[in-house]
């Protein structure tokens, strides 16, 4: 077996290109590639082919081989047992004949003949033929659809799980005869707890090389069981673009979506008419356990060929090959995820209405998320495997006696991960320029985030041991220093896999003041645009009141407040104010910072002031 190399690639659309043994009958609209010299091929006095005036009056093959012809002939009354009946595809016969005579009998005007199996051999001593065939959708006899399928533009109504085969609809001009395309919506079964939506569309082609031989004759007729080369082949040339959603559940499905058998396709040795009818199946299969919601994407194009070669004296030996390309994920995901889904293809030929070569190919991708780390490697939070399965075999004891079945190949390969990315912090107050003063209540704002999409346990921490730390809230906590002096407040960020990220910010804890001036709008740290209209709101304790109120701004400064010129914004405990009435701001982006100043003096003459940093940002 060939072992089959792998790559990576983008793509958006599924193909599917399989490849096996057939022909085509002379009055259809297909023709095979054949090769084949009229003279080389030995044929028994034993085989009897059907002449156009005998298929005709062929009524009826019933399942245990009871054939009957409406009127008799001289053909029919002189056949012996042990002759073989070959005939091709005709409506009575609708995927050709090959049985051998055990009886024949006139009833009136009609002949009714007992016939047993027989294989090609009987029928044919020596004959080679060799072809490649393309299936297009006019050659289809008939198709079945998954409720929800649409095939070529065309959707079927009919009951769910129905196995009998309805009625191709036309497809629309617009369409390329040579594709196969499908819409895909479904929920493998699961009440919509996981959805596939997606496309694909297939491009089938078959491959076959037949070669019978005689080696020992005697006066030009077989003295031996003839030798048989027989070699099918069967490839997948595959795009796929499905998305996939889930909640939580387990489940272990496998749908066929669609079912198509081609019209009977005929090749001829000498005279002798072998039909083949190809059935090609397109499934669905997914398997896993969800613990939370999934959603991701599958991307993949891959070339896969199953098949086999048998020849009389050495056996069989295998015909497979390989290459993937898969597209890397972006899932998103809460909890725990273990999920396989593949799409995949069966192709059954038929040899005379019998089961012949089979062939089966899928591929797919096994996605493991777990936002604690996948077990066995805590860095990792998701892995993406491509797998690929190709299976080969033949079970045509009826017809060529031949029974084979190999698992050819069987592998998953990872083409992509997500590795734990640590926490990012951003603390927005106190920030360096922050006015903190003993006996204060100071929030402790800050913007933590993963990106990976866990949970995040915050620790906040001083660098002097009498602070009431730690303080475990990430967001929205706030503390009361009750000395003065410099301080080092730490926040540590932990993710559920135990990475962390930590960022600290230093001031200094001033005495209080004997007027204590407070802007309770906008936040310190907070953001404001340029023509954003808010509330300026600010109080004042100690002293005094009435109190009087004067606002302005030290623009343009660094994020601790440092820099920058003085305007004044207006007077009163609340001012309606947008950046853009004090400062004038040129072009279109804007991102900068600016210190907010409230001073406010008592009724005895005392002041106090009060000042904080906001960033001016606008985005185009």
């Not at 006095?45 to 054939?67: A, F, N, R, Y």
């Not at 199996?117 to 033929?129: Q, T």
């Not at 899928?362 to 690929?388: D, K, M, T, Y």
Request: glycine share 8%.
């Amino acid at each position: 077996m060939k072992k089959p190399p792998f790559k990576s690639t983008l793509t958006a659309i599924l193909i599917f290109l399989l490849t096996t043994v057939c022909n085509l009958p002379a009055n259809l609209p297909i023709t095979p590639t054949q090769t084949l010299t009229p003279t080389d091929y030995l044929i028994p006095d034993t085989t009897k082919v059907l002449d156009p005036s005998l298929q005709e009056s062929l009524e009826s093959v019933s399942p245990d081989g009871i054939v009957i012809f409406s009127r008799t002939s001289p053909a029919l009354e002189s056949l012996q047992p042990g002759d073989i009946l070959v005939s091709d595809a005709v409506q009575a016969a609708p995927d050709g004949l090959l049985r051998k005579v055990r009886t024949v009998r006139i009833e009136g005007e009609k002949v009714i003949i007992e016939t047993d199996d027989a294989e090609l051999i009987e029928a044919v001593h020596e004959g080679h033929v060799s072809f490649t065939q393309d299936l297009k959708v006019e050659d289809i006899r008939s198709t079945w659809l998954y409720p929800g399928i649409t095939f070529n533009g065309s959707s079927y109504t009919k009951e769910t799980n129905s196995t009998h085969l309805a009625s191709l609809v036309p497809i629309s001009p617009a369409l390329s005869p040579s594709l196969l395309t499908y819409s895909i919506d479904t929920d493998f079964g699961t009440g919509g707890r996981v959805k596939v939506i997606g496309n694909a569309s297939l491009e089938p082609k078959l491959e076959a090389d037949i070669n019978i031989s005689c080696n020992d004759k005697v006066f030009g007729v077989c003295a031996e069981i003839p030798d048989l080369n027989f070699m099918t082949r069967i490839a997948i040339i595959e795009n796929v673009s499905l998305s996939v959603t889930g909640d939580a559940t387990s489940f272990n499905k496998k749908i066929e979506i669609a079912r198509h058998q081609f019209n009977p396709l005929t090749f001829m040795i000498g005279p002798v008419p072998v039909v083949f009818t190809p059935i090609l199946s397109i499934y669905l299969q997914g398997d896993g356990v969800l613990t939370s919601k999934v959603e991701y994407a599958i991307g993949q194009r891959l070339t896969l060929a199953a098949g086999f070669k048998y020849n009389s004296d050495t056996g069989f030996d295998d015909l497979s090959e390989a290459t993937f390309e898969f597209l890397k994920p972006t899932p998103t995901f809460t909890k725990q995820v273990d999920l396989r889904g593949v799409i995949g293809g069966e192709f059954k030929l038929l040899l005379y209405g019998a089961i012949g070569p089979f062939a089966s190919l899928e591929a797919g991708p096994r996605f493991r998320a777990n936002i604690s780390g996948l077990p066995s490697e805590p860095g990792v939070l998701w892995r993406a495997e491509g797998c690929v399965w190709l299976f080969a075999g033949i079970d045509s004891v009826k017809v060529i006696k031949l029974r084979y079945q190999k698992e050819l190949y069987k592998s998953c390969l990872t083409f992509a991960e997500g590795r734990n990315q640590p926490p990012s912090i951003d603390i927005k107050s106190p920030n360096p320029g922050t006015q903190v003063y003993q006996g204060e209540t100071v929030k402790l704002r800050a913007t933590v985030f993963d990106g990976d999409g866990g949970y995040i346990n915050c620790s906040w921490t001083s660098n002097q041991a009498g602070d009431p730390f730690p303080i475990s809230e990430c967001e929205k906590a706030s503390v009361t220093f009750n000395t003065p002096g410099k301080r080092t407040l730490k926040l540590t960020a932990t993710d559920s896999t135990g990475v962390s990220t930590i960022a600290s910010v230093s001031f200094e804890v001033l005495p209080p003041p004997n007027i204590l001036v407070s802007i309770n709008n906008p936040a310190d740290g907070g953001t404001v645009g340029p023509d954003e209209m808010i509330t300026l709101s600010g109080s004042a304790s100690g002293g005094e009141g009435p109190y009087q109120f004067k606002w302005s701004i030290i623009y343009p400064t660094d994020i601790a407040g440092n820099g920058g010129s003085e305007l004044a914004i207006g007077s009163g405990e609340n001012v309606s104010w947008a950046p853009s009435n004090s400062i004038s701001f040129g072009g279109c982006e804007v991102n900068s910072y600016g210190r907010l100043v409230l001073n406010a003096l008592d009724a005895n003459g005392f002041a106090g002031v009060r000042s904080i940093v906001i960033a001016i940002m606008r985005f185009c």
